[in-house]
């Protein structure tokens, strides 16, 4: 052999992908889409993995279906009935009371209902109502105004807060509003305590999925004392507004309910009043959580980046899969530590994908380096290797070698009866058989692949499948059996086509099944020139040969015992005898599958069942007279004439020349 020296390609400089990836990822990141629908959603995900619990003192008194049932009006509702509840709250020692309804129009029920709602208000005190900012759009220009609860009632001594909330363009409320009369901001200012001024890009920290705050219903806290625990309102901020959520699925959200990172997982909304109370919360208890500066956050890319670089500068997949993954592990600890602990908000789309890019980039130059490799070794080794040994060695060996795995596995053999009849008629035209057999094994084929079966081999005229290999399939038996019964269908059928094709004397086929469950022997089966994906084993043996007695039977599907007692309570299964097969010293009990869970329920196959049941006891027992008598029986039902025909001459058999002391039943088959 000639010596050759095979170069391979240079590697990649480790630092050329973190150089050509940086600017273009510090530029995706200022993408729109980028921000919401990936950064918005690891947010998501992230903050609502350990959210922090803190104390709050936030009761949310909310307008659902019950209230609604019991005040029974149209909504809005009487002013009259707020200004009850004002009262109502202000006796049961509530802080702040914050109405999330809008009273911008004059009551429907007249001025003495606006009235009576403002004399609550001042007598309350510390109240807040809900404005809002509404945008006009036009071709031309774009109008803003904003809504305004009725002068009288700001004069009556409430606060006014803007209680718009701003959706992120995926609609998911993630930000804290900027305005600083803001309804949470107006409601906090109300409890004394001092605030830091709105921030730019702050997001909201969520404690729970809807329903985790405090909340009573409007009825309930009409009455306190007749519905309610005491003390429940005593120093407490309440916050009155809608909440339908319960009659409200994903996607038919109503008004005023909004997406938020936990809709994510729980898939429902949270009401506007409970947001405005997560709000309020992060502005009293200092939760809200604030961005990484972008220099940091590229800085911490362009670091990933090189080390991710670095790292893959040799690569190779288990090692450099697995420096990759710690990578990414590493950055989602840090980004999970910053956020929990320092409430700072790292996004890590861009950092992971400055560990990913480089990583697969790398490990494509490996492979594309690998793939000259192999053509290289091909040119060398070619000259004194045949080509499908060079081939071998450009593949991973564990793949090739024999041997294989032990597991439950379904054998089906189908076999068409009478083949060599028909061989005879088709001596002269051995072409006209060949395309009659594969026109008749190919709807077979196909009802194999219907069940998701493997074709294992097909053995002249007859189909050797298999089920529970390569891929797993948990009722392997049914699905067998399953194909059995539409394998004879499709025999009909395909009988029923040649006899409308107008021959003279038309083909009738007809098929023997045999299946059979057990262990098995699967993998890659042959010699080291030559193997193949089959099966071994016992279990194959017993399907085969049980196909080759359901002829004697007067039955096309026969069935092994492990395969019967999987289906029994499913299909029509009738147990018909014992029998060692050819080369088996034990007997074994077998079975034949008449139809499916329809046929099983009708009276026929349970008069069937019960006769056989009884003629094969008595059978077994040598009791002739019993077995004759079930033997009656079962031929009443119409079902397995053959099976009963091949009874009666055995029993005539045995009354002629009785069997000796040693027999037990069982028949021993002479053929295959």
Request: charged share 20%; proline share 8%.
């Amino acid at each position: 052999m000639e010596s050759r020296q095979l170069t391979p390609t240079p590697p990649l400089r480790w630092w050329l992908p973190p150089l050509l990836l940086w600017p273009l990822l510090a530029l995706l990141g200022t993408t729109p889409l980028w921000q919401v629908s990936v950064e918005g959603r690891a947010f998501d995900l992230l903050t609502t993995l350990r959210p922090p619990q803190p104390p709050s003192d936030t009761v949310l008194v909310v307008l659902d279906e019950p209230s609604f049932a019991e005040v029974n009006q149209q909504y809005p509702w009487p002013r009259a009935l707020h200004a009850d509840l004002l009262r109502a709250l202000q006796r049961a020692g509530a802080q702040v009371i914050a109405f999330d309804i809008i009273f911008a129009e004059p009551s429907r029920f007249g001025p003495e209902d606006d009235a009576a709602l403002a004399e609550a208000i001042q007598e309350a005190g510390r109240v807040v109502l809900a404005g809002a900012e509404e945008y006009i759009e036009r071709p031309q220009w774009l109008q803003y105004s904003r809504i305004e609860p009725l002068p009288l009632l700001v004069a009556a001594g409430a606060s006014v807060g803007l209680a718009t909330i701003e959706v992120d363009g995926d609609g998911v409320v993630r930000s804290l509003p900027l305005q600083t009369d803001s309804f949470s901001r107006q409601i906090a200012q109300l409890t004394g305590r001092p605030l830091p001024p709105p921030v730019a890009g702050q997001q909201i920290q969520y404690f729970g999925p809807p329903g985790h705050f405090s909340r009573v219903s409007y009825y309930q806290a009409l009455d306190p004392e007749h519905y309610l625990p005491p003390h429940i309102f005593q120093g407490k901020r309440v916050l009155v507004g809608l909440d339908l959520r319960n009659t409200v699925q994903l996607e038919q959200r109503a008004a005023d309910l909004f997406e938020t990172p936990f809709t994510l997982t729980s898939q429902r909304y949270s009401a506007g009043v409970e947001i405005h109370a997560t709000i309020l919360d992060n502005l009293l208890y200092d939760t809200a959580i604030d961005p990484l500066a972008v220099p940091t956050q590229l800085t911490l890319l362009a670091l990933t980046l090189l080390l991710s670089g670095y790292l893959n500068r040799h690569w190779e997949p288990t090692r450099s899969s697995l420096s990759a993954a710690l990578l990414i592990a590493a950055l989602l600890t840090v980004a999970l530590l910053l956020l929990y602990l320092g409430r700072l908000w790292l996004p890590p789309g861009l950092p992971l994908l400055g560990v990913i890019l480089p990583y697969l980039l790398q490990g494509l130059w490996a492979v594309l380096q690998e793939r000259r490799q192999r053509l290289a070794i091909a040119r060398a080794f070619s000259h004194y290797l045949s080509p499908a040994m060079v081939e071998r060695l450009q593949r991973e060996p564990q793949r090739l070698q024999l041997g294989g795995e032990l597991r439950p596995m379904t054998l089906l053999f189908l076999d068409i009866r009478g083949f060599t009849t028909l061989s005879e008629r088709y001596q002269e035209n051995p072409q006209a058989l060949t395309r009659l057999i594969n026109r008749f094994l190919t709807p077979m084929s196909a009802e194999i692949l219907r069940e998701d079966g493997t074709i294992d081999k097909y053995i002249g005229d007859c189909i050797m499948a298999f089920w529970n290999a390569p891929l797993d399939e948990p009722h392997h038996p049914l699905r067998a059996c399953h194909t059995a019964l539409a394998m004879v269908e499709a025999m009909h059928r395909f009988n029923r086509e040649l006899v409308a094709e107008g021959e003279e004397t038309p083909v009738q086929l007809d098929v023997g099944i045999g299946i059979n469950s057990g262990p098995c022997v699967v993998g890659n089966m042959g010699s080291e020139q030559r193997f193949d994906y089959s099966v071994l084993g016992d279990t194959v043996n017993l399907a085969a040969r049980l196909e080759a007695v359901s002829k004697l039977y007067g039955t096309r599907i026969v069935l092994g015992a492990q395969t019967a007692m999987a289906v029994a309570g499913q299909l029509a299964v009738v147990e018909i005898d014992l029998i060692a097969v050819k080369g088996k010293q034990q007997a074994v009990p077998i079975y034949t599958l008449l139809g499916d869970g329809q046929m099983r329920a009708q009276a026929a196959f349970q008069t069937l069942a019960a006769a056989t049941d009884a003629l094969l006891r008595a059978y077994r027992a040598g009791d002739w007279e019993a077995a004759l008598a079930a033997l009656a029986e079962g031929r009443a039902s119409g079902l397995l004439p053959g099976l009963f025909q091949l009874y009666q001459q055995r029993i005539e058999h045995y009354r002629a020349t009785p069997p000796g002391p040693e027999w037990n039943g069982v028949y021993i088959a002479e053929s295959k």
